[in-house]
């Protein structure tokens, strides 16, 4: 699907030619997985999957929109002036948010538009077609109106809408590595202070490449909020004998010495979190130095944290991964996004990437019974108007 063919989709659909053209990408992370809401440290980056929009302006303030993704549902109607949540308004839920959200901060949405969107990240495979929605909607208002809002702000805004009109309790990782994507580069965020700083990705002879599970993961529905509320009670916890604002600040000797104020599920939950930061800064170096072995084998144990610890992973992604480990030519590999389904990531050397998806897909079936899928992860731009 390119722009063309969304095009007659457009005219079909609306009767009139688009006015503008956008796009924003989704994310991989490459290591720091369920800590950005513990205040911890990421490492995402976004990739060249994502997002398109084309935009017709209206006169008035109604919003008509078509996704190409589900077509089923055909054209969905709403006006600026009634931006209440709607389960049955599906994905335009999250325009709805954005338009809200961006109301709340007093600002002027004046007219209303025709909008047809196609996404080509799998849907619920935990690349973030949620945040890319988000970042594109608020691409498309910032454009249509003007509207001064700088990439952190955009990231901020989304993560309101994720959390109170969506009703995730994600945190900030997805968003911001949308907003602020650069190409070839992959962004240090540290999730407390939101001070950033990109590193270039120079992987020369070796590749990312994404396994998707082919098992849907649906965020709202899933385990997630569980998962933070039991960070959040271990947290209180452990701040009656720790000075603390979050759990990445809490050091693996202070958990040991006051284990025995948490329950055994709460122990394994922060022993997660406190490793799996201490990895991300291990893998900045790595990365840094071109030690490539070594940044396998933090992924390698992010995984088995993920699995073991914070218990995320399934046997779908468990099955990948171990698949990964065994093939030839294979640093490390692990879950990416959220778990429960979704994807993973494996870094591989160029020359093995064929014979890597052909054997571990093979492998995959093997045990699950229906076929992963396997592509390249490139590493694009933020969200753009496209001219």
Same mark, same amino acid.
Request: aromatic residues 8%; charged residues 25%; hydrophobic residues 40%.
């Given at each position: 699907?390119?722009?063309?063919?969304?095009?007659?989709?457009?005219?079909?659909?609306?009767?009139?030619?688009?006015? *503008?053209?956008?796009?924003?990408?989704?994310?991989?992370?490459?290591?720091?997985?369920?800590?950005?809401?513990?205040?911890?440290?990421?490492?995402?980056?976004?990739?060249?999957?994502?997002?398109?929009?084309?935009?017709?302006? *209206?006169?008035?303030?109604?919003? *008509?929109?078509?996704?190409?993704?589900?077509?089923?549902?055909?054209?969905?109607?709403?006006?600026?002036?009634?931006?209440?949540?709607?389960?049955?308004?599906?994905?335009?839920?999250?325009?709805?948010?954005?338009?809200?959200?961006?109301?709340?901060?007093?600002?002027?949405?004046?007219?209303?538009?025709?909008?047809?969107?196609?996404?080509?990240?799998?849907?619920?495979?935990?690349?973030?077609?949620?945040?890319?929605?988000?970042?594109?909607?608020?691409?498309?208002?910032?454009?249509?109106?003007?509207?001064?809002?700088?990439?952190?702000?955009?990231?901020?805004?989304?993560?309101?809408?994720?959390?109170?009109?969506?009703?995730?309790?994600?945190?900030?990782?997805?968003?911001?590595?949308?907003?602020?994507?650069?190409?070839?580069?992959?962004?240090?965020?540290?999730?407390?202070?939101?001070?950033?700083?990109?590193?270039?990705?120079?992987?020369?002879?070796?590749?990312?490449?994404?396994?998707?599970?082919?098992?849907?993961?649906?965020?709202?529905?899933?385990?997630?909020?569980? *998962?933070?509320?039991?960070?959040?009670?271990?947290?209180?916890?452990?701040?009656?004998?720790?000075?603390?604002?979050?759990?990445?600040?809490?050091?693996?000797?202070?958990?040991?010495?006051?284990?025995?104020?948490?329950?055994?599920?709460?122990?394994?939950?922060?022993?997660?979190?406190?490793?799996?930061?201490?990895?991300?800064?291990?893998?900045?170096?790595?990365?840094?130095?071109?030690?490539?072995?070594?940044?396998?084998?933090?992924?390698?144990?992010?995984?088995?944290?993920?699995?073991?610890?914070?218990?995320?992973?399934?046997?779908?992604?468990?099955?990948?991964?171990?698949?990964?480990?065994?093939?030839?030519?294979?640093?490390?590999?692990?879950?990416?996004?959220?778990?429960?389904?979704?994807?993973?990531?494996?870094?591989?050397?160029?020359?093995?990437?064929?014979?890597?998806?052909?054997?571990?897909?093979?492998?995959?079936?093997?045990?699950?019974?229906?076929?992963?899928?396997?592509?390249?992860?490139?590493?694009?731009?933020?969200?753009?108007?496209?001219?």
């Amino acid at each position: 699907m390119d722009f063309a063919e969304m095009s007659s989709k457009f005219q079909e659909e609306f009767g009139k030619a688009a006015d *503008r053209k956008y796009f924003a990408p989704g994310r991989i992370n490459i290591i720091g997985e369920h800590i950005d809401y513990n205040g911890g440290l990421v490492f995402p980056s976004p990739i060249t999957l994502g997002t398109y929009a084309l935009v017709g302006k *209206r006169e008035d303030k109604l919003v *008509r929109a078509y996704s190409i993704n589900f077509e089923e549902i055909g054209i969905i109607e709403f006006s600026l002036d009634n931006l209440e949540y709607n389960k049955e308004h599906n994905w335009v839920n999250y325009l709805k948010g954005v338009a809200k959200a961006l109301i709340e901060e007093d600002y002027a949405l004046q007219h209303g538009f025709d909008i047809v969107v196609y996404g080509n990240i799998p849907n619920g495979s935990g690349l973030s077609s949620s945040a890319s929605l988000e970042m594109l909607s608020v691409t498309i208002f910032k454009d249509l109106f003007e509207l001064p809002i700088t990439p952190v702000e955009a990231a901020l805004l989304g993560k309101k809408v994720e959390n109170q009109y969506i009703g995730v309790n994600s945190g900030i990782m997805d968003q911001f590595a949308i907003a602020l994507g650069k190409k070839d580069h992959v962004i240090l965020l540290d999730c407390n202070t939101l001070e950033y700083s990109y590193h270039p990705l120079q992987l020369e002879k070796h590749s990312i490449v994404i396994m998707n599970t082919n098992k849907r993961r649906e965020l709202a529905d899933s385990k997630y909020n569980e *998962r933070r509320s039991e960070c959040e009670s271990a947290l209180e916890k452990l701040q009656t004998v720790c000075t603390a604002n979050n759990l990445c600040e809490i050091t693996l000797e202070e958990l040991e010495a006051n284990k025995e104020l948490l329950t055994e599920v709460e122990y394994r939950r922060v022993h997660h979190v406190i490793t799996e930061n201490a990895r991300v800064k291990q893998a900045t170096t790595a990365l840094a130095e071109g030690d490539l072995v070594q940044l396998g084998q933090l992924l390698n144990g992010s995984h088995t944290s993920l699995c073991k610890d914070y218990e995320v992973t399934g046997i779908e992604l468990d099955t990948l991964a171990e698949a990964a480990w065994q093939a030839e030519g294979v640093l490390g590999a692990r879950m990416t996004g959220a778990g429960f389904g979704g994807c993973g990531i494996a870094l591989v050397e160029n020359e093995s990437v064929d014979n890597f998806i052909e054997q571990v897909g093979k492998k995959y079936k093997e045990v699950i019974g229906y076929e992963a899928s396997f592509f390249v992860a490139n590493i694009g731009d933020g969200p753009i108007r496209v001219d």
